[in-house]
């Protein structure tokens, strides 16, 4: 990335980058896909690298550097701290891990670059507390000590210390292997922060997995790191030197500055001889005391962790994807098998499944076959003299035939929706999102109920179409012999043979009871309103059972909610691609960076 102008690129960029953050609060992983766990920890990263550093270093190029110290579990960190300002500010022993909180050392003139929120605003602050040290343990009386702190590692101790050189920070950091898990987090966070690294390491652990993995990191971000050797036996300084720098080089970290602290005995209050340290302060203090090339390396850096996010943006793109990709399946198992469930109570419906057993028995027993189906055979016109001659005198059965067609049409739903439901479950209980998503339970208990319900709304539907259908007197007369309800029951009969209704010259598609239904009506209403009539009240029966097996689906697809509303991985490419065209197609050569004397 070619360095920020002033002004205009500064501008682009913390437009980009307020962007992407609003997309990470808008970016999570909930389920459990192949990569989630991985792709959590990235976005989490990404996220905490935005606000830990890169949005406060652009608003701020002038602010002090910060340098962190890490380094692995025993490596003399908190040693070379105390040496750094030249007594005792961090503890230091042979119990692991000694660093548990993060403590910053600042000159006091400086406070207010890290008093408030500006770097690592997920920590809060602790300033210290200072205590006069007795003399008695060594330590001249103009000299302090740090109490030890009660706050946990979420709290970052603020220490003043004029030793401490203007234009810079220094960070005590918890050990990167460290054997807490939150040390090594904390570790990480402080490190995706820092404008430059002291890396601690020893003369026989220099080698170690950990800390090149942290190393080759740096090296993506383009940051300024130094290395600490500590505790380098006599005799063997300019071997291990020479391995160190081939390893580094290996890594592109060949321009790193290499410092050999010697292993030499501690004096009463744990600390190195001045000497040991001197060229480690020197470097930094030149450092501090050149203001433009404070920026140039925070500049640099800046540069390096922006460019990175690109990459990375990519890779949380790949991870929404197959994240999408999951919840896509998921719900698509779900909405096939409620759309069959739909098709094949809608076959069940219009295919004369349903007139047969109670619903035959009891159409048959209200209507009658005999001489009613033989008056089939005489003219329309004769079939309305003679409808009411028929029924007159016998009991009204409307209602039994009502009750049979809801106990039947309740069963069929009821049952297609049990079958839906077994295969999402079946489907679902086979991913390891889904598993995870669905918890153990039984289908929803007042389905049956609510189907009921619904189906006896529908009845009440054809009433009122019937009703408004017969409007008129000449047909309210016709209707009179056998009643509103009943011209309903007869449309309902209707709509279970044909989902189009039967003219006078197709086949009997249900039986001769479907067709007393069809003449009943045609000689009420004529062919081209029963048409109407039963179109219009298959349309009604299958809004309803969509509502119905909607609600039923939306038992899984709602456990996909909070996917809804989450930044895409479109939207993550996107930004990268904006990135990404900030960077200079020349890349950076690392013997031009300002790495400062040493």
């Known amino acids: ?32 896909f192949a990569r989630a766990p ?25 602010a002090p550097l910060l340098a962190v110290v890490g380094g692995s579990t025993g490596a003399g960190k908190s040693t070379l701290v105390n040496a750094l300002v030249g007594h005792p500010v961090t503890r230091s022993g042979a119990i692991r891990p000694t660093t548990r909180q993060p403590i910053l050392l600042h000159h006091p003139a400086e406070g207010h670059w890290f008093a408030g929120s500006r770097v690592l605003p997920s920590l809060s602050r602790e300033r ?44 005590d950091a918890p050990d990167v292997d460290s054997i807490a ?20 390491t020893t003369a026989n652990r220099y080698a170690d997995a950990v800390p090149w993995e942290l190393l080759r990191n740096a090296a993506g971000r383009d940051i300024l790191v130094a290395v600490v050797l500590d505790r ?27 410092f050999l602290v010697p292993e030499v005995k501690l004096d ?15 470097w930094l203090q030149a450092i501090s005391a050149d203001a433009e090339g404070r920026r140039d390396i925070a500049r640099r850096t800046l540069d390096g962790a922006v460019r990175s996010l690109g990459g990375r943006l990519s890779g949380l793109a790949v991870s929404a994807r197959s994240q999408q990709e999951t919840a896509d399946m998921l719900e698509n198992a779900a909405t096939e098998a409620y759309d069959g469930a739909l098709a094949a109570i809608l076959e069940s419906t219009s295919d004369g499944t349903l007139l047969r057993g109670e619903v035959l028995a009891r159409w048959q027993d209200f209507v009658g076959t005999g001489e009613f189906m033989r008056a089939l055979e005489s003219r329309i016109g004769q079939l309305r003299d003679r409808i009411g001659g028929y029924l007159t005198g016998r009991p009204p059965r409307v209602a039994t035939v009502e009750t049979a067609i809801e106990s039947g049409l309740q069963n069929v739903i009821v049952e297609e929706s049990a079958k839906a439901a077994a295969v999402t479950d079946r ?34 539907d054809l009433v009122d179409l019937v009703r408004a259908e017969g409007a008129n007197k000449r047909f309210a007369a016709r209707m009179l012999s056998f009643g509103v309800n009943g011209v309903a029951v007869a449309l309902m009969i209707v709509v279970f043979a044909s989902t189009a209704g039967l003219s006078g010259g197709e086949v009997l598609i249900a039986g001769g009871s479907a067709v007393v239904g069809q003449k009943l009506l045609e000689a009420i209403f004529g062919e081209e309103a029963v048409r109407k009539l039963a179109r219009t009240a298959r349309d009604q029966l299958r809004q309803r059972c969509e509502v119905m097996l909607a609600a039923e689906k ?18 993550l490419l996107s930004l990268s691609r904006e990135l990404t065209s900030l960077e200079d197609a020349t890349p950076v050569d690392p013997a031009d960076r300002p790495d400062g004397p040493w």
């Not at 550093?53 to 701020?60: D, F, G, Q, T």
């Not at 009660?150 to 220094?170: E, N, Q």
């Not at 939150?182 to 890396?199: K, T, V």
């Open 1 to 32: 990335m070619t360095p920020l102008q002033p002004d205009a690129d500064e501008a682009e960029l913390a437009s980009i980058l307020a962007r992407l953050r609003e997309a990470l609060k808008s970016l999570a992983f909930p389920l459990d």
């Open 38 to 62: 991985e792709a959590r920890s990235d976005a989490a990263a990404v996220a905490a690298q935005l606000d830990d550093y890169i949005l406060p270093r652009l608003a701020s190029l002038d």
């Open 128 to 171: 210290a507390v200072v205590i006069e040290t007795d003399n008695t343990l060594g330590t001249p009386a103009d000299q302090v000590g740090i109490a030890p702190s009660t706050a946990g590692a979420a709290t970052m101790m603020l220490v003043p210390d004029p030793m401490v050189p203007r234009g810079l920070a220094v960070l």
């Open 181 to 200: 898990d939150e040390n090594r987090r904390l570790a990480g966070q402080l490190l995706a922060a820092a404008d430059l690294w002291l890396f601690v």
């Open 232 to 258: 380098v036996p006599d005799g063997v300084a300019e071997e291990v030197r020479a391995d160190l720098h081939t390893l580094l080089a290996a890594e592109e970290l060949g321009h790193a500055p290499i």
């Open 268 to 282: 009463t209050l744990g600390m190195l001889p001045e000497e040991a340290v001197d060229p480690i302060r020197r």
């Open 427 to 460: 489907i679902w209980r086979g991913d390891s999102a889904g598993r995870v998503l669905l918890p153990e339970r039984a289908p929803a208990d007042d389905f049956p109920a609510e189907t009921a319900r619904q189906i006896r709304a529908w009845q009440k």
């Open 554 to 571: 939306s038992r899984y697809t709602d456990l996909l909610a909070p996917l809804r509303g989450q930044t895409t991985a479109d939207d």
